[in-house]
């Protein structure tokens, strides 16, 4: 799996029940749901939205990675908005154990410098079925966590990724910002997402099985007669067709995304970990696993190597082409780099870090042995 940012981490999100009809869906302009939280793990309470005031509202869990990065850059904002009035809430959803809320906020300390509220879930029911992560995320059709409303005058003005939060905020506390007017644009992306988590809904089950042939069948049949979904599951269709065995059409469809995405480092690192995961069943085609790494020193160059999961799939895409000791000076980079972004010892990414080093550190050793 990708740490922290995974493509295939995501499929829930197009697979969640649809949480509003087409027309009902909870939207911008629309006013914003009470806040129903259960209580208080840091700051000052927020009761209600005050008139002529604005609000953030950040939905997160601690077993979320992204959410994990995108906290920091919300403190960042808060700070930023302060003298301004904006008030900035964090409330946890779907949480598999509430009672790992408190240590996880007492450990990001200053890095989470705002209020944290927990979501409202009556006794015994599932964590999805809390009453913010009801009347909020899913009646907005908002699947997929970090997620971010701003609330202003008691309407929601805008939602979305917090770290895309910067720009919208920074017009909607100058006024320079209609809410309506964007209304009818994020109901047209509800629809791409609708017919996205149709396609998800057949590919979902051979891809995982690593069946490819049922998979690229599945795609053809789901995308037929829309080029613009084809393209949007571009990505699915290059990874089946090098992983089932067909190097030469995947590859005319890899240089494409390479240069679609060649400023996109997340992007980047998504789309081609999966034609050289370490789980596959089948080792990669080598002029596959070359773009892959051409893809991953590419996204390391953006992120100016200090992104930790791009780290860890640079290296396995260098162990992947036979440069097994750049691979492991590589993922000792990437596992420095988890040691400082993650204090918490216990976290599962340690243990992968170490286990594909030890790998790497033998490839290597071998390597050097048989010269």
Not at 88 to 104: A, M, N, S
Not at 333 to 344: F, I, S, V, Y
Request: neutral net charge; charged residues 30%; proline residues 6%.
């Amino acid at each position: 799996m990708r740490p922290f940012l995974t493509v295939f981490a995501t499929i829930a999100v197009f697979l969640s029940p649809v949480g509003a009809r087409a027309g009902e869906i909870l939207n911008l302009g629309d006013p914003a749901p009470p806040l129903a939280v259960s209580g208080w793990v840091k700051g000052e309470k927020v009761e209600r939205f005050e008139p002529g005031q604005t609000y953030v509202v950040e939905f997160w869990a601690t077993w979320c990675g992204p959410c994990r990065a995108s906290i920091p850059h919300l403190t960042e904002l808060a700070h930023r908005f302060k003298d301004k009035g904006v008030r900035f809430v964090g409330v946890d959803i779907w949480e598999r154990d509430t009672k790992l809320v408190k240590p996880f906020v007492e450990e990001m300390g200053a890095k989470m410098d705002y209020s944290v509220a927990l979501d409202t879930v009556p006794e015994k029911a599932d964590p999805n079925e809390g009453i913010m992560a009801k009347t909020w995320m899913k009646a907005a059709e908002e699947n997929g966590i970090p997620t971010a409303f701003v609330i202003r005058d008691g309407k929601i003005a805008w939602i979305g990724h917090p770290m895309n939060l910067d720009e919208p905020l920074a017009k909607i506390t100058a006024g320079d910002w209609d809410p309506a007017a964007r209304a009818k644009e994020r109901l047209t992306e509800k629809t791409r997402e609708r017919k996205a988590s149709v396609v998800w809904e057949k590919i979902l089950k051979p891809y995982r099985a690593q069946d490819y042939k049922a998979t690229l069948a599945a795609l053809e049949e789901a995308t037929s007669g829309d080029a613009e979904l084809a393209e949007e599951f571009a990505w699915v269709k290059f990874a089946a067709l090098c992983n089932g065995g067909d190097a030469d059409a995947g590859l005319a469809i890899g240089e494409k995304l390479l240069r679609s995405n060649h400023d996109k480092p997340h992007a980047l690192n998504n789309y081609f970990w999966n034609v050289i995961d370490l789980k596959l069943k089948k080792e990669p085609d080598p002029r596959v696993a070359e773009l892959a790494l051409r893809a991953a020193r590419r996204a390391d160059e953006l992120t100016k190597g200090k992104d930790l999961a791009i780290l860890d799939t640079l290296a396995v895409a260098l162990y992947r082409t036979g440069h097994a000791a750049e691979a492991v000076t590589t993922e000792e980079k990437a596992l420095k780099q988890l040691e400082a972004d993650t204090p918490d010892r216990s976290h599962p990414y340690f243990k992968l870090f170490n286990e594909r080093l030890e790998l790497f550190r033998k490839a290597a050793a071998e390597k050097a042995g048989g010269r």
